[in-house]
């Protein structure tokens, strides 16, 4: 535990300093001030709760389907919904399917102690890599059920190292620990982890969902009408340049909506300034200009919808810290683009193994291959094939999780 304690310790000391001068950091902070008044007041002593943890708004996607379920089928249940990060906390703080939002406090005996006591939760849900040791383990010693989510593993993380003895030690905490992939199972198992399931990622259920609501844009439809749309998710500076280099070179041949990660004036500006062809933002969208190449998406929460736009998509973030979602364009069946840092997303390696994805490391690579998907239209049937295949086989990972849970929790 000393190591375990020592990295901790060193991490949230490290945000507090960073709290002076780092916005998120700040937030951080803040968010956790006074939590034990805040979180006795919000708490109905009268209730149950099923407390679900996510660390930031893409484990809240994966965590998001097994709350609704819970909801949905139980009329009385209560969720309580904490995050870690404020990039959840901030977007996600009046979900209407969670009773409460809050920050989880930081990992300490104390802390631990004092929030179970507060929550008494029936049983507990982490979500994919949020492995907190003490509040782990308090779980454990009052023995409250606690399950991991669309867990997954790799050879490289700690807990798999010669010095990862107290990270192992909080997975035996689990009561049941539900996987992604054989892989991962298969890692486990070597380390003498036995209760585990693989169920999928239940990231492919919600993706599903949304692809299913009925959403229309009539100004979308008319950009999208006969023309090749490349939508382009969550795009970064790095990716930005080569889309919009390309655009400049072939607006006769294609649109773009282009969603950014970060949605500031300052960036905005920037991808305008990049752009040679005519754009257009999409909140100033009211009437269509036919030379409109560009629509940039300066709004939060459109973009796993706007997807079914796209002949192609392509995802930012491979040229930094890793790809975002590539499962919310996949259930539209159409191939998807994404640059070189992508090999910790499982689906990801899926994808490019099954030649539905692309990877590219420049512009070069992005031009080859958009032109090349192009060119005949039975290289896009043969994808979206391959695609309906494999969401087929992904599907369905919340309901094999819940079932199996509340027969563990009844236990």
């Given at each position: 535990?000393?190591?375990?304690?020592?990295?901790?310790?060193?991490?949230?000391?490290?945000?507090?300093?960073?709290?002076?001068?780092?916005?998120?950091?700040?937030?951080?902070?803040?968010?956790?001030?006074?939590?034990?008044?805040?979180?006795?007041?919000?708490?109905?002593k009268?209730?149950?709760y099923?407390?679900?943890?996510?660390?930031?708004?893409g484990?809240?996607?994966?965590?998001?389907?097994?709350?609704?379920?819970?909801?949905?089928?139980?009329?009385?249940?209560?969720?309580l919904?904490?995050?870690?990060?404020?990039?959840?906390?901030?977007?996600?703080?009046?979900?209407?399917?969670?009773?409460?939002?809050?920050?989880?406090?930081?990992?300490?005996?104390?802390?631990?102690?004092?929030?179970?006591?507060?929550?008494?939760?029936?049983?507990?849900?982490?979500?994919?890599?949020?492995?907190?040791?003490?509040?782990l383990?308090?779980?454990?010693?009052?023995?409250?059920p606690?399950?991991?989510?669309?867990g997954?593993f790799r050879?490289?993380?700690?807990?798999?190292?010669w010095?990862g003895?107290?990270?192992?030690?909080?997975?035996?905490?689990?009561?049941?620990?539900?996987?992604?992939?054989?892989k991962?199972a298969?890692?486990?198992?070597?380390?003498?982890?036995?209760d585990?399931?693989?169920?999928?990622?239940?990231?492919?259920?919600?993706?599903?969902?949304?692809?299913?609501?009925?959403?229309?844009?009539?100004?979308?439809e008319?950009?999208?009408?006969?023309?090749?749309?490349?939508v382009?998710?969550?795009?970064?500076?790095e990716?930005?340049?080569?889309?919009?280099?390309?655009?400049?070179?072939?607006?006769?041949?294609?649109?773009?909506?282009?969603?950014p990660?970060e949605?500031?004036?300052q960036?905005?500006?920037?991808?305008?300034?990049?752009?040679?062809?005519?754009?257009?933002?999409?909140?100033?969208l009211e009437?269509?200009?036919?030379?409109?190449?560009?629509?940039i998406?300066?709004?939060?929460?459109?973009?796993?919808?706007?997807?079914r736009?796209?002949?192609?998509?392509?995802v930012?973030?491979?040229?930094?810290?890793?790809?975002?979602?590539?499962?919310?364009?996949?259930?539209?069946?159409?191939?998807?683009?994404?640059?070189p840092?992508?090999k910790?997303?499982?689906?990801?390696?899926?994808?490019?193994?099954?030649k539905?994805?692309f990877?590219i490391?420049?512009?070069?690579?992005?031009?080859?291959?958009?032109?090349?998907?192009f060119?005949?239209?039975?290289?896009?049937?043969?994808?979206k094939?391959?695609t309906?295949?494999?969401?087929?086989?992904?599907f369905?990972?919340?309901?094999?999780i819940?079932?199996?849970?509340?027969?563990?929790?009844?236990?």
């Amino acid at each position: 535990m000393l190591l375990y304690s020592i990295i901790t310790g060193f991490y949230f000391f490290s945000v507090r300093i960073a709290a002076f001068f780092n916005p998120k950091a700040k937030l951080m902070i803040s968010g956790r001030v006074n939590w034990r008044n805040e979180l006795k007041s919000k708490i109905d002593k009268n209730k149950s709760y099923v407390w679900i943890h996510c660390a930031s708004l893409g484990e809240f996607e994966q965590g998001r389907p097994l709350i609704e379920k819970i909801k949905s089928e139980n009329a009385g249940a209560s969720i309580l919904l904490t995050f870690f990060s404020p990039s959840g906390y901030e977007i996600r703080k009046n979900y209407q399917f969670a009773d409460i939002v809050c920050y989880l406090p930081f990992d300490s005996k104390a802390n631990a102690k004092d929030f179970i006591d507060i929550v008494k939760p029936k049983y507990a849900v982490f979500v994919k890599y949020e492995i907190w040791y003490y509040f782990l383990k308090e779980l454990s010693i009052r023995n409250i059920p606690v399950f991991l989510i669309s867990g997954i593993f790799r050879k490289n993380q700690i807990f798999f190292k010669w010095y990862g003895k107290s990270y192992r030690k909080a997975l035996s905490f689990f009561s049941h620990l539900f996987l992604q992939d054989n892989k991962s199972a298969e890692l486990l198992k070597n380390f003498g982890f036995l209760d585990y399931s693989v169920c999928g990622d239940t990231r492919m259920d919600r993706v599903m969902s949304i692809a299913e609501e009925n959403y229309v844009n009539p100004l979308l439809e008319q950009f999208s009408e006969n023309n090749n749309i490349i939508v382009c998710g969550s795009t970064w500076e790095e990716d930005e340049i080569i889309l919009c280099r390309f655009i400049n070179e072939f607006s006769e041949k294609y649109k773009l909506i282009i969603a950014p990660h970060e949605i500031n004036e300052q960036h905005l500006e920037k991808i305008e300034k990049l752009l040679k062809v005519k754009s257009v933002r999409l909140s100033n969208l009211e009437t269509l200009d036919n030379s409109v190449r560009v629509i940039i998406v300066d709004s939060i929460g459109l973009l796993s919808k706007l997807y079914r736009y796209a002949k192609v998509a392509y995802v930012g973030g491979g040229f930094g810290k890793g790809i975002h979602n590539v499962l919310e364009p996949i259930v539209y069946n159409i191939p998807v683009i994404f640059g070189p840092n992508y090999k910790k997303f499982k689906e990801a390696v899926d994808l490019i193994s099954g030649k539905t994805a692309f990877e590219i490391g420049d512009y070069e690579n992005f031009e080859s291959i958009i032109n090349m998907l192009f060119s005949e239209q039975k290289i896009l049937i043969q994808i979206k094939n391959q695609t309906e295949v494999y969401i087929q086989k992904s599907f369905g990972a919340t309901s094999k999780i819940d079932e199996k849970m509340q027969i563990l929790v009844k236990n």
